[in-house]
């Protein structure tokens, strides 16, 4: 059975960094397109990165160049580094696995909450 | 910022059908893209519903179907149920923008 479990979440203030962990079963990150998703309260649903199973990595405008996707082979994990955070991400942060196109898996989410 | 446009909420009695369209443009479901629907029930993450266009994951009822015509795309529940009361997210790909995978602005289906 696949399974998505996010950790990492919580209260940061503004500028600070948080690490968002993905802890996978049923499946092989490595061998996966894995993205993380974010939904601000009360709103609709952006994509924030992707890490295909080549290792390439992208990101979306609004995290471009403050975020970073990774993983970890041998603990089946995914990662988001989020820095120089705003109170504009804050948002629930969903992993989610899929193809190229789309999402079929996603986690329960975990809450970022940015404010001094 | 949600590149497909959705209408914010759509209704009906148990039992109706109701439609949800999903609006996109040149670079994206006019290109060519498929589009993919996602259920999120109150409180919970979003699972997949559709996707390609019409086709369904194992589980996901025959009560749901989805259509693509130029840059639009709609999706149908007929028969509906109490348990339909959600949210529901069309998304696809995008090529024009650096924002690969694009959602639409979500609309609330409330079963009267």
């Known amino acids: 059975e696949v399974q998505l479990v996010e950790s990492g979440g919580g209260l940061i203030q503004p500028g600070g960094s948080l690490r968002l962990s993905c802890a996978a079963s049923?499946?092989?990150?490595?061998?996966?397109?894995m993205s993380w998703v974010r939904q601000a309260p009360g709103k609709g649903l952006e994509w924030v990165s992707v890490?295909?199973?080549?290792?390439?990595?992208y990101y979306a405008d609004s995290v471009k160049g403050r975020f970073a996707i990774s993983r970890d082979n041998s603990k089946n994990t995914l990662y988001l580094q989020m820095n120089s955070l705003r109170a504009e991400d804050t948002a629930v942060y969903y992993c989610?696995?899929?193809?190229?196109?789309?999402?079929?898996?996603w986690g329960q989410g975990t809450l970022v909450t940015v404010s001094s | 910022q949600s590149v497909l446009t959705q209408p914010p909420s759509v209704s009906g009695a148990p039992g109706q059908r109701v439609t949800i369209s999903c609006t996109g443009s040149?670079?994206?479901?006019?290109?060519?893209?498929?589009v993919h629907w996602y259920q999120q029930l109150p409180g919970t993450a979003p699972k997949l519903l559709i996707y390609?266009?019409?086709n369904r994951p194992s589980g996901v009822p025959d009560r749901f179907s989805g259509s693509k015509s130029g840059t639009s795309a709609s999706l149908a529940i007929t028969g509906l149920q109490a348990e339909d009361e959600a949210d529901y997210y069309c998304?696809?790909?995008?090529?024009?923008?650096?924002?690969?995978?694009?959602f639409g602005t979500g609309t609330k289906v409330t079963v009267l």
């Open positions: 890490i295909y199973s080549t290792g390439n990595t």
């Open positions: 040149s670079s994206n479901i006019g290109a060519g893209y498929d």
């Open positions: 989610a696995r899929g193809t190229v196109y789309f999402f079929d898996y």
């Open positions: 998304q696809s790909y995008d090529s024009g923008l650096s924002a690969y995978y694009v």
């Open positions: 390609d266009n019409n």
């Open positions: 049923g499946f092989t990150v490595s061998s996966n397109y």
